[in-house]
T-cell receptor
Framework: EPEVTQTPSHQVTQMGQEVILRCVPISNHLYFYWYRQILGQKVEFLVSFYNNEISEKSEIFDDQFSVERPDGSNFTLKIRSTKLEDSAMYFC??????????FGSGTQLSVL | GQQLNQSPQSMFIQEGEDVSMNCTSSSIFNTWLWYKQDPGEGPVLLIALYKAGELTSNGRLTAQFGITRKDSFLNISASIPSDVGIYFCAGQLNDYKLSFGAGTTVTVRA
């Protein structure tokens, strides 16, 4: 079965540093998402992206966050100046038209 | 976003037992989804429900979309050790932005 691939699987960074989390969605998918899960808590929606622009974002997705599809295959989440509370598992997801959502295995971000 | 209440928060069950968990919401959804998450992995879709009142099975799993569109339950029959994990309900309106429940952690005693 096709997979959403996320790299790295673990990322450790210092508070205030910029991080970029990378995702390769399934190749013919059109809609892309980032979710996050703080340890022991529920999965939370961050942002959806379609046709090279943000479709919707949550209140978590503030000015410190940005997303980009720099080429035909990658979808990235950038956090400009990380805070301790940004520590979480970040999941990328993608779907085709009318199809179910496929999640990646996640990037565990630890901000020290 | 919408708040989903998922219960129970955790359960210990004997292998072979049936498991039941449910989700309720204060607002309606057009789709209810049930996911399973294994440690270090992303959520994997188990069952999707698209119509109020719908009852759907997937092997030993059975889920129903409540008639009010504000609730759903998931049953696992004859549990086995690989059923261990965290089960999440998720509600969806029209845009594939999912609202997740807090999860039910299932531990199976052999």
């Amino acid at each position: 079965e096709p997979e959403v691939t996320q790299t790295p699987s673990h990322q450790v960074t210092q508070m205030g540093q910029e991080v970029i989390l990378r995702c390769v969605p399934i190749s013919n998918h059109l809609y892309f998402y980032w979710y996050r899960q703080i340890l022991g808590q529920k999965v939370e929606f961050l942002v959806s992206f379609y046709n090279n622009e943000i479709s919707e974002k949550s209140e978590i997705f503030d000015d410190q966050f940005s997303v980009e599809r720099p080429d035909g295959s990658n979808f990235t989440l950038k956090i400009r100046s990380t805070k301790l509370e940004d520590s979480a598992m970040y999941f990328c997801a993608s779907r085709g038209w009318g199809e179910k959502l496929f999640f990646g295995s996640g990037t565990q971000l630890s901000v020290l | 976003g919408q708040q989903l209440n998922q219960s129970p928060q955790s359960m210990f069950i004997q292998e072979g037992e049936d498991v039941s968990m449910n989700c309720t919401s204060s607002s309606i959804f057009n789709t209810w989804l049930w996911y399973k998450q294994d440690p270090g992995e992303g959520p994997v879709l188990l069952i999707a429900l698209y119509k109020a009142g719908e009852l759907t099975s997937n092997g030993r799993l059975t889920a129903q979309f409540g008639i009010t569109r504000k609730d759903s339950f998931l049953n696992i029959s004859a549990s086995i050790p690989s059923d261990v994990g965290i089960y999440f309900c998720a509600g969806q309106l029209n845009d594939y932005k999912l609202s997740f429940g807090a999860g039910t952690t299932v531990t199976v005693r052999a």
